[in-house]
């Protein structure tokens, strides 16, 4: 699938071995919101402005995902730590690890949502 929306971080490429799995992302000067937010001299940077900002360009991001995308994907874990920022504060959405394609005619959902939870707990028992 193509990223088509700008405040969605880039996926430039991955390597798939069996000793070394990663992913290469667009970089972003700046890390996360929730490092900028915890540094004093960053948070400080971050008027009010540039906050309200951030939550509007992450809302039109995630509301591209959930209604444009086909099929919709739900990110299902966002947090100040996968919002990303470039060198001019501008907000991306990263980190997928928890995403999941919906498909919005299948009946999976209790499925889907108790997968959320075993990763979640990290409660793991044996398949009956």
């Not at 799995?21 to 890390?31: A, Q």
């Not at 540094?39 to 209604?67: F, G, P, Q, T």
Request: charged share 25%; aromatic share 10%; glycine share 2%.
């Amino acid at each position: 699938m193509k990223n088509l929306h700008r405040n969605i971080v880039k996926l430039h490429g991955y390597c798939l071995h069996k000793r070394c799995m990663f992913l290469v992302y667009e970089f972003m000067e700046k890390g996360s919101l929730f490092c900028a937010l915890s540094n004093d001299v960053e948070a400080v940077e971050l008027d009010w402005a540039k906050r309200a900002n951030i939550i509007k360009v992450i809302a039109h991001a995630l509301s591209y995902m959930h209604h444009e995308c086909i099929p919709t994907i739900d990110h299902r874990d966002i947090c100040s730590n996968n919002i990303l920022l470039n060198f001019e504060l501008e907000a991306f959405v990263s980190d997928f690890g928890m995403t999941r394609l919906l498909d919005l005619n299948s009946s999976n959902q209790t499925s889907i949502d108790r997968t959320y939870e075993l990763a979640y707990t990290m409660n793991v028992t044996e398949k009956e």
